[in-house]
């Protein structure tokens, strides 16, 4: 079963970018705000 864990360890990958993409947005809103 390695496709199991290809396909968790690139959901994984995808929701990291994700997340770091929408904090990164968040963290420059809050700078120019202050």
Avoid: D, P
Avoid at 9 to 21: E, R, T, W
Avoid at 24 to 32: C, D, I, L, P, S
């Amino acid at each position: 079963m390695w496709y199991f864990a290809w396909v968790l360890g690139i959901g994984f990958a995808v929701s990291l970018g994700i997340l770091n993409a929408l904090w990164g947005e968040h963290e420059e809103e809050r700078q120019a705000l202050h």
